[in-house]
């Protein structure tokens, strides 16, 4: 088998159903290439290959995770791991709106097995719509607006899928011989025009696996289309919404509603870059209750046939003439920053020494901003972990800083990443490693509260992230912007960060926490550089503990796992370290900030002591009712 470099491959296959949509991509590879050695951060297993001399990978959500968070999980990491990465393709299953209007032209409209790719029309209509999102601003006229004008594919994208497009009308010859590379596969196989039925809208299922016991007399009569084996590509918009949509009248309101949307599927709104992504769905149920798992696996054939026909039509050199996706992420960023404003601009350039790399796991990713905030929440990691993984449980995979935004609809979430190369972290006391992540957070923190810069700000942090956190709040006396910053913050919640007490008793042990787990010659030189390490953590915490005195209580500590919430204030900081002392921890320094799902006794804290800080806070009062 062919190895190549991670340099090699440009194109990112992204699928979420392991059994039928990774088996067909699987199968439209012309030669399966040797696998590589990443880094340990990318949680991925991807297959390389080629199809038509791209180099593509393809990824694959765990089974039973489908969902846009799942999806974003899973597309992160590939511009890191892949530095010359240049489209995504997005392939799988999805949900066909049958259209009215044409339902008697059987080539127009949309039976199973046909294809629907996301394609934004001169009318405006994008080709990915986050439906549910929307529903929940209600009619909020401007942010339905922002919401549905997200970007489009590259022109050089769409004008091969014109040229696709084009192709077919004068004949299928190539799909077809695309479709045939899985013949040997019976279950991928046509399911036959007799099982492609369409119920009447208001017809209920009738409760089994399949549609027996279903009313005959509520199937819609269509006549067939001349050569019925052969399915039909459509293009228009696609409606993405956290939850399967099997309800008719549902499916026809929401489709009037957002641009005579022709389908709906669950992964495509975790591709918030829609530029370099395309979404080709094989459409394997109506979205109706009737729907079943009959047509899944053709479905998926359908769609990776697609794709494959599309990597045929655009050639590599035009692929490798497409920015780089990690590239233009970069100048995305840059765009937000509002160059006139004098104040930050000087911030930025007190910084700008400490330049971010174009890292997908660095700055502060977004999980939910919503218009009406009243809360800023910030997570931040460990060593052990990144801005993803430290907050996700290992076997449920329960991401929780997504379900706060859930539970709190008003807060305003987002997660931190910085490198966690351990070593850099140790031995050094000037210049240390904290004190640049601390920068680089207040420099994230700045350009992001812009906006609302007056909401009340909690960092939740793990570990190491903890002192991160401190030494932030210890920086912004620098300025009147960061300042600002810090009278906004009302709390830090700490998961396993050891604190004064702790560190001043047994400084070896609280830092060896920080480090259980990394290989022993890393646990070597750790221990070695400890005594300069503990002294830099041992002035922070005393820094701190004076600056919690001086705040006078405004910034509240809370901390997991702990036996009841500890507050502070001026008086009782001295009976607040001790507490902590004798806090003892029966969970593994690295799962300390997972918790399993929403019954979780370490997301019951959080939940409950976020909401209850936020409901101290004047700003917030309004907010809390609407959750
Ligand atoms: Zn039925």
Known sequence: MLRLSREAYTVGWLCALPLSELVAAMKMLDDEHEPLNLEIEDENTYVYGSINKHNVVIACMPPGQPGKVSAARLIQPLS????????????????????????QDPERDIHLGDVVVGWPDLTGAPAVVQYDLIERQGDDVEMQRLLSTSEKPDRKLLSALGLLMAKHVGGRKHFSQHLQKLNDLVDFKYPGVERDKLYASTSPHIAGPTCEKCSPDHVILRESRKLPAQPKFHQGTILCGDSVMKDARKRDELSAKYFNAICFEMEAAGVIDQKHCLVIRGISDYCDGHKNGSWQSYAAATAA?????????????????????????????????????????????LYASQPSPPDGRIGLKTISCPQIKTADLVFVHGLTGNRETTWTHDYTNFFWPYTITEDIRSACVTTFGYKTDQSIFVGKSDSSAVLD????????????????????????????????????LLLCKESLELRKLRSSTCAIMFFDTPHSGDILAQPKLAFEKYFTGLPMNAKESISESLPSSSDLFQRLESEFKQLLQHTHGQIKIFDWPSLEEQRTSATNVTDLVSTRQSVTTQFKHADAAKCSNKQDK?????????????????????GILDT
Not at 87 to 94: E, M, N, P, Q, R
Not at 316 to 342: I, M, Y
Not at 444 to 464: N, T, W, Y
């Open 80 to 103: 890191h791991s892949f530095p010359n990465m240049r489209i995504h393709l997005f392939v799988g299953i999805g949900g066909g709106v049958p259209q009215s209007v044409v339902l």
């Open 305 to 349: 046939a697609f794709a494959r026909e599309f990597l045929y039509t655009i050639q590599p050199s035009t692929v490798r003439e497409l920015p780089h996706v990690a590239e233009t992420a970069v100048v995305a960023g840059n765009t937000n920053f509002n160059a006139s404003n004098d104040i930050l601009a000087h911030q930025l350039s």
């Open 602 to 622: 370490g997301y019951d804290f959080a939940l409950r002591n976020i909401r209850k800080r936020m409901y101290e806070m004047p700003q917030s009062v309004a």
């Open 437 to 472: 992540c601390a920068r680089n957070l207040l420099e994230s923190l700045l350009q992001h509260r812009k906006s609302h810069e007056d909401v009340p700000l909690m960092f939740i942090a793990h570990g190491i992230g903890g002192h991160i956190c401190e030494q932030a």
